[in-house]
Structure formats: structure tokens, C-alpha cells
């Protein structure tokens, strides 16, 4: 299971492979590989997983009041949205649905109140503008199609079905109109009246 800290949950959604340090980078990368394979995550209220190689040098910054503001923030507007109660403890996979959902409100500033003052701040803004095609957590090209509800797929069902029912009727049509020439020859009168 991997540990994350509220305001990661945010920060791994535009995440394009840059950071603090190279040995920043490679953990981090090791981390959305594990993320792309569907392991789970746990929330944890201290220095977490991705901050693992710097927690060190970054004391202050990991345990600081910014820091910890940054993660209420998230965690009161990523559990409205997803409809869970993060904290300390709390365990939650990333489905594609919640990703797109945590996405689209992230590019419209509505789950970024924890951003604000952050020093990547405008890099965030620039790979959500882009459409996070870069991302190597989740990016939306590797992400499964959503499954579409049961009424959808009626509906799609009943589409294909009828789709190919009006093809038929058009190919039987041509057959008769090239077998039959009375048929043939009264159509053309029709059409074409002398
Ligand atoms: S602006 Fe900062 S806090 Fe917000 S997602 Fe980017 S890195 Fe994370």
C-alpha cells in the first residue's frame, strides 16, 4: 500500500516527471509505476512515500504549518468530491472515474485552494491546460474507457441493432432494383416521368 499525505493526491495528478532532486524524480517514478498497477493507497498525516528521499533535507518544509494547512485543504475538498472522509488511515484506490472527476476539478481551480503559494504552482496549471497528456500517473491516454452504465449500453445496443437493420433494408433494395426489371423500370418512371 502506498502512503500518501492529503495534498499528494493533488500533486500526483500533474506530475510530468519533475521535482526536487534526481532521487526525488526516481522514487517518484517507482511510485506511479505502482499507482498504474492499481495499488491501493493509504492516507497518512506525516512525510509519506513521494517525500521519502528528501524528508531529511526538507524537515521544516514536510512538517511546517504550510505544509499541513496544504494538506486540510485537500482533504476537505477531495473527500467532498469523491465522496470520502480522508484522514489519517484512510485507505482508497485511484479508479479511472475518480481520476477524471479529480482532474476536470482540478483544472477548473475548484480542489486547488491547497495550491495556492506552492512554488510549482504554475507548472501544475500549465499540464492541466495541456489536458495532463504528459502525466505519468494515470495519464488520460492510458486510462481504460469508463464502463458505460446499463441504459447506456441499451441505448448503444438498440443504435447498432437498428444500424444495421437499415443497412439490410438498403442492400435488399439494390438487389431487387438489379434482379427485377419491372420494378426497375417503374421506379425510373417514377422519378423521371416523359
Ligand atoms: S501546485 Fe503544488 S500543491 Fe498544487 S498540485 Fe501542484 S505541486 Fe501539488
Same mark, same amino acid.
Do not use: D, E, H
Given at each position: 500500500m502506498i502512503q500518501l499525505r492529503p495534498h499528494h493526491l493533488l500533486c500526483l495528478l500533474t506530475? !510530468?516527471?519533475? $521535482?526536487?532532486s534526481p532521487a526525488f524524480v526516481n522514487n517518484y517514478d517507482r511510485i506511479a509505476a505502482r499507482l498504474n498497477a492499481g495499488e491501493k493507497i493509504r492516507i497518512t498525516d506525516k512525510p509519506d512515500d513521494i517525500c521519502a528521499p528528501i524528508a531529511g533535507d526538507l524537515t521544516e518544509h514536510c512538517h511546517g504549518h504550510r505544509v499541513i494547512t496544504r494538506d486540510d485543504l485537500t482533504a476537505r475538498d477531495v473527500g467532498k468530491l469523491l465522496g470520502v472522509d480522508v484522514r489519517n488511515g484512510t485507505t482508497l484506490k485511484l479508479t479511472p472515474e475518480r481520476i477524471s472527476m479529480l482532474r476536470a476539478a482540478f483544472a477548473t481551480g475548484k480542489? +486547488?485552494?491547497? *495550491?495556492? $503559494? *506552492?512554488?510549482w504552482h504554475d507548472l501544475c496549471t500549465e499540464v492541466a491546460d495541456n489536458g495532463?497528456?504528459? *502525466? +505519468? !500517473?494515470?495519464?488520460p491516454h492510458t486510462l481504460p474507457k469508463a464502463a458505460k452504465s446499463g441504459f447506456a449500453g441499451l441505448i448503444d445496443g438498440l443504435y447498432g441493432a437498428t444500424l444495421w437493420f437499415r443497412m439490410g433494408g438498403v442492400a435488399f433494395l439494390l438487389i431487387l432494383l438489379i434482379t427485377q426489371d419491372d420494378l426497375r423500370h417503374a421506379l425510373m418512371n417514377l422519378m423521371f416521368p416523359r
Open positions: 506530475y !510530468v516527471g519533475k $521535482g526536487y480542489i +486547488r485552494a491547497a *495550491c495556492k $503559494g *506552492c512554488q495532463y497528456t504528459n *502525466c +505519468r !500517473v494515470l495519464a
